[in-house]
């Protein structure tokens, strides 16, 4: 099959190349001269097109037809950015751009990648029938981008999948907690942290790219899926296994940071979903992933 990526330098765009390269023709979508395009695997099914979001439309020449359009690619999703409400305004009408190219480049499947951010906080597992109340520009504009993507598709009958993504790890992570956490520990750096108390839900990347993939072949059309482990744990016994992988006498700083007034304390969702549509299953364990993940670090950092 003939598979277009965008943002293909992420986390999740890294791990979804590297699932596919090998039985597919892949198109890597990255931002013109983008730091992180060295990450994207050299291989001979890998077509790596350099192209702005703003200017999807660009690549009807470039790209002959394809099958299915995995849309990952977003601006302002670190930091500040997130509370840019200009920028989040024009993710809505770059994803739309996406869903257009994806009609006339003749892709049967679309997957747009949505937050957990569209929920805004719950003390609760999340599902996709939990309620709506985004609270942030950036979990607004997610939760605008898949509902208007999801009508645009249905006019253009394309199948339209929206996936609700919880916390992911993985090569490639370098701006995330975890990642922040691994570099500190590599260069003997002190890592200040809150005392860890919340409880999340982590998953591999390469999971991820998985349940990205099953969805696009065998999910429901119009159908939102939540993508996690289903696995719940204290954020302070992930940090500690990630510590003692990399070196056991590094002391974290727990404690040294206050929450956030708007902490996220119970992050956890319910897969069943995902796993009665399709065939997913997780086969990564936060040990496994994060042994993988720091070999990442250590020969790219």
């Given at each position: 099959?003939?598979?277009?990526?965008?943002?293909?330098?992420?986390?999740?765009?890294?791990?979804?190349?590297?699932?596919?390269?090998?039985?597919?023709?892949?198109?890597?979508?990255?931002?013109?001269?983008s730091d992180k395009i060295k990450y994207?695997?050299?291989?001979?099914?890998?077509?790596?097109?350099?192209?702005?979001?703003?200017?999807?439309?660009?690549?009807?020449?470039?790209?002959?037809?394809?099958?299915?359009?995995?849309?990952?690619?977003?601006?302002?999703?670190?930091?500040?950015?997130?509370?840019?409400?200009?920028?989040?305004?024009?993710?809505?009408?770059?994803?739309?751009?996406?869903?257009?190219?994806?009609?006339?480049?003749?892709?049967?499947?679309?997957?747009?990648?949505?937050?957990?951010?569209?929920?805004?906080?719950?003390?609760?597992?999340?599902?996709?029938?939990?309620?709506?109340?985004?609270?942030?520009?950036?979990?607004?504009?997610?939760?605008?981008?898949?509902?208007?993507?999801?009508?645009?598709?249905?006019?253009?009958?394309?199948?339209?999948?929206?996936?609700?993504?919880?916390?992911?790890?993985?090569?490639?992570?370098?701006?995330?907690?975890?990642?922040?956490?691994?570099?500190?520990?590599?260069?003997?750096?002190?890592?200040?942290?809150?005392?860890?108390?919340?409880?999340?839900?982590?998953?591999?990347?390469?999971?991820?790219?998985?349940?990205?993939?099953?969805?696009?072949?065998?999910?429901?059309?119009?159908?939102?899926?939540?993508?996690?482990?289903?696995?719940?744990?204290?954020?302070?016994?992930?940090?500690?296994?990630?510590?003692?992988?990399?070196?056991?006498?590094?002391?974290?700083?727990?404690?040294?940071?206050?929450?956030?007034?708007?902490?996220?304390?119970?992050l956890t969702g319910d897969i069943s979903?995902?796993?009665?549509?399709?065939?997913f299953r997780i086969e990564t364990s936060?040990?496994?992933?994060?042994?993988?993940?720091?070999?990442?670090?250590?020969?790219?950092?």
């Open positions: 099959m003939k598979i277009i990526i965008t943002g293909s330098t992420g986390m999740i765009g890294l791990a979804l190349i590297n699932l596919l390269k090998n039985e597919n023709t892949v198109y890597a979508i990255s931002r013109p001269n994207i695997p050299q291989h001979p099914n890998v077509n790596i097109i350099e192209c702005d979001l703003n200017n999807l439309s660009s690549l009807e020449d470039k790209i002959e037809e394809a099958d299915i359009f995995f849309h990952l690619g977003w601006m302002g999703t670190y930091g500040n950015n997130r509370n840019d409400i200009y920028s989040q305004i024009d993710n809505i009408k770059i994803t739309m751009d996406a869903v257009k190219l994806a009609s006339v480049l003749g892709c049967k499947s679309f997957v747009g990648t949505g937050s957990q951010a569209e929920y805004g906080n719950h003390n609760e597992t999340l599902t996709e029938d939990t309620s709506i109340n985004p609270s942030t520009p950036y979990g607004i504009a997610k939760y605008t981008s898949g509902k208007l993507s999801r009508l645009y598709a249905d006019e253009l009958n394309i199948k339209h999948c929206w996936t609700r993504i919880l916390s992911v790890y993985g090569p490639g992570d370098k701006k995330t907690l975890i990642g922040s956490c691994i570099n500190a520990i590599l260069n003997n750096q002190p890592f200040d942290t809150t005392n860890g108390d919340q409880v999340w839900d982590y998953i591999y990347s390469g999971d991820c790219a998985k349940a990205l993939y099953e969805i696009a072949i065998n999910g429901v059309n119009n159908q939102t899926y939540i993508i996690c482990s289903g696995k719940k744990r204290r954020l302070k016994d992930y940090l500690v296994d990630l510590k003692d992988c990399i070196n056991p006498d590094y002391e974290l700083g727990f404690g040294k940071r206050d929450y956030n007034p708007n902490q996220v304390m119970y979903k995902l796993e009665e549509d399709t065939n936060f040990e496994e992933g994060i042994k993988k993940t720091v070999e990442w670090f250590k020969e790219n950092n």
